[in-house]
Every structure is written in structure tokens, then in C-alpha cells.
């Protein structure tokens, strides 16, 4: 498990995290313009001349009363960190400007990752708004939103549709990488998770500096969970924070690996995970084929890298999982969406999991609950189209039945009308 490691004693770090704050006024280091850099010595690897920013991290957090009161718990008390805002529109921005600053530092040339959707158009996106990388992207054949393989297309990167899913495309990636000396750009690279513990910095500025009780997170490769303990765990050994909030990860029913494991008993253990019985389940897995299924294209993996790290990230952090099926995610999805801020599919998986959390007593109506929402909508349409309007294409109808979504609980059909005023006018006047 490759890990970035610091001596804080040989770090100024601030005595108070409010002197970060300070710096988003202020913006006199243009560093302080990225909502990653700008917390920079938490993440003191990179020397400021090296550092590769496109103005990543100027994401907000957002109380959002109505999906509280979807949740369950007490108004004013639920929190959307909405990473959709970030320059390739999710929250892959955080981990690639410090992947990519890395790879600067190390001279490299070209760089190259494994796909569903989101990492291929950041790294894309970083490597043709500055010119220093060529970029190959591999992604499985058929499994990728059309809106996340235009944003790789459209910057330049080689794309590489490979047969099978990202399972089959992350092990082709780190094989060629391995071979060809391509810098490997997925978050298997401990940079990546650098760079995305600034979502939690942000989440603690947006409240005032105060820890939440709950961060819910989608959980796919696992590494944004991964770098949320770590973040914490950091805060807490240089005394900036005075506790840590608990963790839930929460995993589509159709890629739940950690959830199975977690069932079975597999924990982090100190630093001694039960290796056999993850390696038992993998083995079985692939002995019985099972494969990765869920509309949520963004957490459709059934391997995750950073499966150890994240057992690491639920120790530290009192964590649990979940699992919610495809009807609950596009639930939650669609709820987030009446409330303004769209996004996409996964993202909806931490609203449904708050919910079931919130369901079974675990989350209590009165605790400060923060969802991570990883992607915009327009990451994935068709998603959206077909939850609301699922007779208007039938491939997608019976892909949404397949995944159990027989009937779109929150829906908003478009209403077809004649061309004629006093028509329009009465469909109109039926609004409630």
C-alpha cells in the first residue's frame, strides 16, 4: 500500500485552520485561486513553482432543507458538498491538479489512467489546458456516460475503448504504465488522494470550522474515502481539529464489493487486514464472473484499488457501509435535482444512503450530516432522461428495468401538448 507520509515538524502548518481563510479573500499567492493549493501546506510535496492548477476547488457547500427533510433529519442539519462546480465538472479536479503536478516534478511525458468516465476527462482536461502531458485514456467498451467520453474526445486525449469493463481497463493501464515507464494517473496513486483531502478542508470552512457529525460518501475505487480519513487523521495528530466525524460509504447493490467484505468481517485491524478472505472473495468473483452493474457508471467497479486504505479511512473514522440499489440512487439523484443542483447518478447514492442510515437509527435526526455530491448532471443525461421520461427511449427503459427501476418515484415527465394556445394555457393552469 504506497502512502504519502509527511514530518510535520518540518512543515509550517498554521497554528488554526482559519488562517486558511484569510487567503480566499486576500488571493495574493496565485495559488490561493485553487481551493486545493490554497491549503498547500497540508499537502507539502510539491514546491509552489512546480505546482499545475486550472483554478480546481472552487466548490461550495450548500444547506439543502428539502433533502433533509428526504433524509429524515432536522432541518438546517444536511449539507450537499457539490463538487460538480470543478473545471471537467467532478471532484476528480482535487486529485489530478496534484497527480499532474507530480508528474511534473518527475519529468514526465506522457500519462495515462483507466476510466469510467470522470478521471479520463480531468486528466484530459489538465493535460490540454497546459500543454505539458500527452495523454492516454482507457476506458471499457460500452461502459461510459457519452457525457464523460465527449470531455475526453473533445481534449485531445488517445482513447482507448478496451473490451470488457474498468476492471479490465485499470489492469491494462497499470500493466502499459509499468512497461512503457506512462505515469499512472488513477488513484492508486497516492497523489491523487493529496489532493482530494481538500474537499473535507472546504467542508470545514463551509462550516465555519466545525466538524459534522456524517460525511456520506459514494464509494467506487474508494479513494475519495481514502483521502477523507486521511485528511482527518492529519487534522487531528496536528491538533486543528478536536475530534472526527464518522464515516459511511456507500456502495451501489451492483458493485458492492467493500459492502460484502465488510459483512464478512473485513476491517482494517491496526494495519492487519484479514488479506485471505479478500483474496478469497476475489477469487470467487472471478470464478463466478460477476461483474460490476449499476447505472451509477461512476462507482461501477468491482475491484477497488483503494480497498485497504479506505478499511483504514472506516477505522479511523467510526465508519460503516452501505448498499443502496439503482431506484434508490436515481431517487436520491432526482430529490438533489428539484432542489437545483443536478448531478450525476453516483451522487445520488449519498443522499439514499443518508436516508437509509437515517432509516435503520444509525444517523440521528438531529446529527450535522454533509453529502458528497462527486459529479454534475450533465455528466450523464441519458440518466436523467430516462428516470423522468423512461417512455421516451426503450433501450433505456429496459435498462432502467433491469436495474430494478420499474417506476421513477419522484419523476417530472415532460407533458406533450397540441400546437394551440388555449391548450398550452390549460396545461399551464394545472400546476399546482
Known amino acids: 500500500m504506497l502512502d504519502i507520509c509527511y514530518d510535520w515538524n518540518k512543515v509550517p502548518v498554521p497554528s488554526s485552520l482559519r488562517e486558511f481563510e484569510a487567503r480566499w479573500g486576500t488571493r495574493r499567492n496565485p495559488l490561493d485561486f485553487s481551493g486545493v493549493w490554497r491549503f498547500r501546506e497540508l499537502l507539502p510535496f510539491a514546491p509552489e513553482d512546480q505546482v499545475v492548477t486550472i483554478g480546481e476547488g472552487q466548490t461550495i457547500l450548500q444547506q439543502a432543507n428539502d433533502v433533509a427533510k428526504y433524509v429524515g433529519v432536522d432541518s438546517g442539519n444536511l449539507y450537499l458538498q457539490y463538487e460538480g462546480l470543478n473545471p471537467s465538472g467532478s471532484f476528480k479536479d482535487n486529485g489530478m491538479t496534484a497527480a499532474t503536478t507530480h508528474a511534473r516534478m518527475v519529468g514526465a511525458k506522457v500519462a495515462a489512467c483507466a476510466s469510467t468516465g470522470n478521471t479520463s476527462a480531468s486528466l484530459a482536461i489538465y493535460a490540454s489546458t497546459t500543454g505539458l502531458l500527452r495523454v492516454v485514456v482507457f476506458v471499457g467498451s460500452g461502459k461510459i456516460a457519452y457525457g464523460k467520453l465527449s470531455q475526453a474526445l473533445d481534449y485531445g486525449a488517445l482513447t482507448l475503448q478496451i473490451e470488457g469493463d474498468f476492471d479490465d481497463a485499470l489492469k491494462q493501464v497499470v500493466d502499459v504504465c509499468r512497461e512503457a515507464n506512462i505515469y499512472l494517473c488513477n488513484s492508486v496513486n497516492p497523489f491523487r488522494l493529496e489532493g482530494q483531502k481538500s474537499i473535507m478542508y472546504r467542508v470545514l470552512e463551509g462550516l465555519n470550522w466545525e466538524v ?86 461512476a462507482i461501477e467497479i468491482n475491484r477497488p484499488v483503494n480497498l485497504l486504505k479506505c478499511l483504514r479511512a472506516l477505522e479511523a ?88 427501476v420499474h417506476d421513477s418515484a419522484h419523476k417530472n415527465s415532460p407533458v406533450a401538448v397540441p400546437n394551440d394556445f388555449k391548450r398550452i394555457m390549460d396545461a399551464i393552469n394545472r400546476i399546482d
Open 212 to 297: 459534522p457529525d456524517w460525511i456520506v460518501v459514494p464509494g467506487g475505487n474508494l479513494g475519495n474515502s481514502s483521502a477523507f480519513g486521511k485528511a482527518f487523521i492529519e487534522l487531528k495528530e496536528l491538533g486543528l481539529i478536536d475530534r472526527i466525524p464518522r464515516l459511511a460509504v456507500i456502495n451501489a447493490a451492483g458493485a458492492n464489493t467493500l459492502y460484502q467484505l465488510y459483512e464478512q468481517g473485513v476491517r482494517w485491524n491496526g494495519g492487519s487486514p484479514d488479506r485471505d478472505k479478500i483474496d478469497t472473495f476475489y477469487r470467487e468473483m472471478d470464478e463466478q464472473n460477476r461483474r460490476a452493474n449499476t447505472l451509477a457508471s
Open 317 to 404: 473514522c467510526d465508519g460503516v457501509v452501505r448498499e443502496v440499489n439503482d431506484a434508490e440512487v436515481l431517487d436520491g439523484k432526482a430529490i438533489v435535482g428539484a432542489g437545483g443542483f443536478g448531478c450525476e447518478p453516483a451522487s445520488g447514492a449519498s443522499v439514499a444512503g443518508a436516508r437509509l442510515l437515517r432509516q435503520q437509527g444509525v444517523i440521528a435526526p438531529s446529527d450535522r450530516v454533509v453529502c458528497i455530491l462527486t459529479g454534475h448532471q450533465l455528466k450523464d443525461p441519458s440518466a436523467t432522461v430516462g428516470y423522468h421520461s423512461p417512455e421516451s427511449d426503450a433501450a433505456l427503459r429496459e435498462k432502467l428495468a433491469k436495474a430494478g
